[in-house]
């Protein structure tokens, strides 16, 4: 795998996100602009200027017409990818951690800090995907967390549910309409904060990055946990692969922790679980800081990986990856390929 | 508002109301009364004395006198023989000696000697007697005291018999704040036997032969064993840091860097006379003290007037011959003071008087020598140089304290002495300097034990310094590691090299001369580690940040030998190379067929944790562990096999092996089709669900009148408005094409 190494930005990296295509790259850091990428070449689309705090999430609509980001200046920010024209902001209180689009890219939700006496919450905002439209100031909803707050948040299927993932190690479902909390079960070690979240295709589980140096595989209906994968390493970040049966977790001791260790000892790797065994199957090195976030290409071709390092590696994935089977799963799709020409 | 000081005593506090005599503090008075100094403590009363009238009187005095003046000074006049109205003594008589420690060492060595064929004497502190003898304090009837009835115990030897029939062995590892013991599975986690949570307080430390594991705890140690690990024995040293066992396990050493103080109240195990004491010598059989030591202050000026740095704390302080008869400790510089076992009395009730000694070692076997008839345990010791006497290695004979062999050196700087497992070689690694003591060189004086006269070979002149020595375990060959440089605070150790040495071949069961085999140059290595069972050999890079290389060799590699080594007695070969970073420690299994290495939190917090090789070097397992602090495999008793039995077990091995082969495959391939129908169960679970969520999304879809795929239809609708016509524009398209492939491989 040769990765395309785009040092665009000059701190650290906060999220990496792909388009639904998967040929465009969006990536925020903590140094005020946000970064959009031709995924195959490393070609910098353009970036989008305007905020005057680190950011720390962006995200894209489904036809990549739109881009939602949320930053440390208190605002999230709507802008037109193609011309990266500000079309929209929104104030809050506290910065904002998280912000995604719904599956239909009507709704976005956004995480906002607990600060300065403000507790923690994740709101709502109406979305009209067109450049030319006026976007509405009000809050459709606004979710509190009283208890502890939320640091990652995402829509699931039909936005049916807003799941959020706390700092205290437990995973919430919100009623998507009212935004009345249904289930908060307690998935990651107490106290250890979840650091991603993030859906598989068609948003019905989703996977979470923690301290706890785990990450799990939880159905967004019943939150209930399919798959551990347990790592030696606090991890930031989560991602589940289309096409082939794996998980991408990135992580890395933080850091602040990392005083005379080199490398080796950082465990600064992303590492590729198999999703369904939840064994370990390979690792890929490169960054020289704690991996912060990683995506998996929608289309199932490559990954992106965001390091504390400043840089992000985009990796195609070369034959091997898509040739690698267990013999019980090459068992299943020689028996499925014998069905199939019955 | 909170009563202040002033309103506190107008108020709060009425003296003159309160009647003191009403409270009643007998209870306390009996527990906290001050023991006042009698004046007792130097009376000791002797009880099982014959009768005599007052003729009879001064002859038995004198006899007495004899016996009672070997543990301290006492005179006629300090002998009080009451008599009775008959005209006859009592049968008892007091004595006063010069000093309380003289009356205590009279209880501890007199009480129960005999006196002559007919009587034994009881000799008891006066002090005692008034305590425990006093009216009231002894029930008048006799009640027989109460005898448990007997209780079988758990076979403490249970651990041999693994109940897989594989002949594992077991080990225990400290990790956090919980002990654990497990079977050691190989590749296979480890299946575990007992696992408790603050088991210890600082470490754990098995017995030498297997039996009991014993736990450290401020209170003191305990020995826990059996098959359902109850607690065995409990030895209160308050405050123990380190424990050690003699080598049959009869005897066990504590030592506290805090001097025991007993309380007013007493305590349980200890007695008044080891207050200030450090060292506590007791008999694991009856879980009882024998004896208690002082430390002993290190001498401030050394032989040659410099003033030597005082050692940390030399330990094991009490070192033990071979079969638990003797247990011996350095007077440095002075005398070496060896202690009779079961009593823990002075040999010949004196100290082995050795100017300037600085060491000394028991043999670790019982030695037969070629010619010695008597029964005897062996040490060797070495003195330095003094004025113009030459530095000497000696080799003592216990209890006929004879130097059965010594040998004077000169321009010694350093000695250090180092046993072959059975006692058959002893070396003497001798540092020399020369005259203008600027450089330094190591020669190996090699004393064959158990051939006649004892006869010294030199073996090599090495000019670097030796850091490192081992003999094989039941062997005759050993390795060493040199470095150029003396070993200092440097940042980055310096090289190091190792060397490998063996007999010569010679004429039938001789062993032939020590020689050269083989030096590996440019190496990190620091540490040697034999197989319990000699041949194998790992040589390891331990507390370093750099390297932790693991070589593992043979010394009898059944492949093709080198021309040069063909007088040789051993075939070199490195098997494998192995590498545990950060690794602290290493330790072969028993049985020679594995071994464990961990880098323990106790030395630094970088991948802590374990891994386990089989003795040619490959890795078989490793396992990371937070906080992993601590692995001990469970040590084995001797074989019960005779010489004969093992032979026969030898020749047959490929029989055996046989056996045991096939059996390890069929665990083996069982395991793995386990392994597979859970995988195949895993996948099917996961694929059955997947369909079931499919479904039930799809007809909610349906339900809410929503397109099945919602993206699709947005993306349609911005194709649209993006292009008109419909018309599907190209825009770029990529293509990679691989020119030449190239592949280089770089040593």
């Known amino acids: 795998m040769r990765p395309v190494l785009l040092s665009g930005h000059e701190r650290a990296l906060t999220q990496v996100k792909y388009n639904r295509e998967g040929d465009l790259l969006f990536s925020t850091a903590k140094d005020q602009h946000i970064c959009a990428w031709f995924a195959h070449n490393g070609e910098r689309l353009g970036t989008y200027q305007g905020h005057q705090g680190a950011i720390w999430t962006v995200d894209v609509d489904p036809t990549s017409t739109i881009i939602a980001s949320g930053s440390a200046d208190n605002t999230i920010r709507l802008w037109e990818v193609k011309t990266g024209k500000l079309l929209k902001t929104w104030d809050f209180p506290t910065a904002v951690k998280r912000v995604e689009f719904n599956e239909d890219g009507t709704k976005l939700l956004g995480v906002t800090e607990k600060r300065m006496g403000h507790l923690g919450t994740i709101v709502v905002l109406d979305i009209k995907v067109d450049p030319e439209a006026e976007q509405s100031d009000e809050k459709a909803l606004t979710i509190v967390c009283e208890e502890s707050k939320a640091t990652v948040a995402g829509w699931s299927y039909l936005s049916k549910y807003i799941i959020a993932g706390h700092e205290d190690g437990s995973v919430s479902q919100y009623d998507g309409k009212t935004g009345d909390l249904i289930y908060n079960v307690n998935v990651h070690e107490l106290g250890s904060p979840i650091t991603d979240l993030q859906w598989n295709q068609d948003r019905t589980y989703f996977i979470t990055a923690s301290k706890d140096k785990t990450a799990k595989l939880i159905t967004a209906k019943e939150l209930e946990v399919l798959k551990t994968y347990v790592a030696d390493t606090p991890l930031n970040s989560a991602a589940i692969t289309p096409k082939k049966e794996y998980v991408i977790l990135g992580g890395g001791q933080a850091a602040m922790d990392v005083t005379t260790t080199s490398a080796r000892q950082g465990k600064f790797e992303a590492r590729f679980y198999h999703k369904i065994f939840e064994e370990e199957i390979g690792r890929v090195r490169g960054h020289f800081g704690p991996l912060n976030t990683v995506a998996a290409d929608p289309t199932g071709k490559g990954y992106a990986s965001g390091g504390e390092d400043g840089y992000v590696r985009v990796h195609q994935f070369d034959k091997g990856y898509f040739d690698f089977n267990y013999e019980v799963e090459r068992e299943r799709l020689n028996r499925l390929a014998a069905q199939g020409g019955n | ?747």
């Open chain 2, 1 to 747: 508002m909170a009563p202040s000081y002033e309103t506190l005593r107008d108020e709060n506090l009425d003296e003159e109301d309160f009647d003191y005599d009403e409270v009643d503090v007998s209870d306390l008075k009996e527990k906290y009364e001050v023991q006042l100094e009698q004046g007792y403590d130097t009376f000791v009363v002797i009880d099982g004395l014959p009768e005599v009238t007052e003729e009879q009187k001064p002859k038995l005095v004198k006899f007495l006198l004899k016996k009672l003046n070997t543990v301290g000074k006492t005179s006629e006049d300090a002998i009080f023989m009451p008599f009775g109205d008959h005209g006859k003594s009592l049968r008892f008589a007091f004595v006063e000696y010069s000093s309380p420690a003289e009356a205590a060492a009279a209880v501890r060595q007199l009480d129960y000697s005999p006196l002559d064929k007919k009587h034994t004497l009881r000799v008891n502190k006066m002090t005692d007697i008034d305590r425990y003898g006093r009216e009231g304090r002894i029930d008048e009837e006799y009640t027989p005291p109460h005898i448990e009835p007997f209780q079988e115990k758990e076979h403490l030897r249970s651990f041999m018999a693994d109940p897989t029939g594989r002949g594992r062995d077991q080990f225990v590892m400290y990790r956090g704040d919980t002990v654990g013991v497990f079977w050691n599975n190989e590749k296979d986690q480890p299946e575990n036997i007992v696992d408790r949570p603050h088991w210890t307080e600082t470490f754990v430390q098995w017995s030498p032969l297997g039996t009991y594991l014993t736990s450290v705890h401020q209170q003191g140690v305990q020995l826990w064993g059996g098959a359902s690990w109850t607690r065995m024995r409990r030895f209160a040293h308050p405050f123990v840091n380190l424990v050690a066992f003699s080598p049959n396990e009869n005897y066990l050493v504590t030592w506290s860097n805090r001097p025991i103080s007993i309380p007013d109240e007493g305590h349980p195990q200890l007695s008044i006379d080891d207050d200030g004491k450090n060292y506590v010598i007791w008999d694991i059989e009856t879980n009882k003290p024998i004896r208690s030591f002082a430390q002993q202050d290190t001498p401030a000026a050394g032989p040659d007037g410099e003033v030597k740095k005082p050692a940390k704390f030399p330990w094991p302080a009490f070192k033990w011959s071979a079969d638990d008869k003797y247990v011996a400790r350095l007077n440095q510089g002075t005398s070496i003071s060896v202690y009779e076992l079961p009593n823990m009395n002075l040999l010949d009730k004196t100290t082995i008087k050795l100017d300037g000694v600085v060491d000394f070692d028991w043999a670790p076997a019982t030695v037969k020598r070629d010619g010695v008839k008597e029964y005897e345990q062996l040490f060797c010791f070495w003195t330095p140089e003094i004025g113009s006497n030459p530095a000497r290695v000696g080799l003592m004979s216990i209890p006929s304290k004879q130097v059965v062999r010594s040998l004077n050196l000169f321009s010694v700087s350093d000695a250090k002495l180092h046993w072959q497992s059975e006692g058959a070689y002893l070396c003497v690694k001798v540092d020399r300097h020369s005259k203008s003591k600027k450089s330094q060189a190591t020669t190996l004086e090699i004393f064959r034990v158990k051939e006649k006269g004892v006869p010294v070979e030199v073996v090599d002149t090495i000019k670097d310094t030796v850091i490192n020595f081992a003999w094989e375990p039941k062997g005759d060959r050993f390795v060493t590691i040199t470095t150029t440089e003396p070993v200092g605070a440097t940042a980055v150790p310096p090289k190091t090299s190792v060397a490998f040495f063996c007999p010569e071949k010679a004429k039938g069961n001789a062993v032939g001369n020590f020689k050269h085999l083989r030096t590996l140059e440019k190496k990190n290595s620091n540490a040697i580690y034999w197989s319990p069972k000699g041949r194998f050999v790992v040589v390891a890079t331990v507390h370093n940040t750099q390297s932790s290389d693991l070589d593992f060799y043979d010394l009898d590699f059944e492949g093709e030998k080198p021309e040069s080594d063909k007088d040789l007695t051993a075939n070199l070969q490195l098997m494998n190379t192995a590498d545990h970073y950060g690794v602290t420690d290493v330790e072969w299994d028993p049985s020679g067929r594995y071994v464990a290495t961990w880098a323990s939190a106790w030395k630094h917090a970088m991948e802590n944790g374990y891994h386990i090789y089989d003795f040619r070097g490959e890795q078989l397992r490793e396992e990371p562990i937070e906080k992993f602090k601590q692995w001990a495999w469970r040590p084995r008793p001797p074989t019960l096999l005779s010489k004969e039995e093992q032979k026969q077990i030898r020749k047959n091995l490929r029989e055996f092996s046989r056996v045991f082969e096939q059996e390890d495959a069929e665990r083996i391939s069982s395991a793995d089709v386990a392994v597979v129908q859970e995988r195949r169960r895993l996948l099917e679970d996961w694929y059955n669900w997947r369909e079931v969520v499919e479904e039930e999304i799809a007809e909610e879809r349906a339900e809410l009148g929503l397109p099945a795929d919602p993206i699709e239809e947005l993306l349609k609708a911005k194709a649209a408005e993006v292009a008109p016509n419909g018309e599907e524009q190209v825009i770029e398209e990529i293509m990679e094409e691989v020119l030449e492939e190239t592949e280089e491989i770089v040593n």
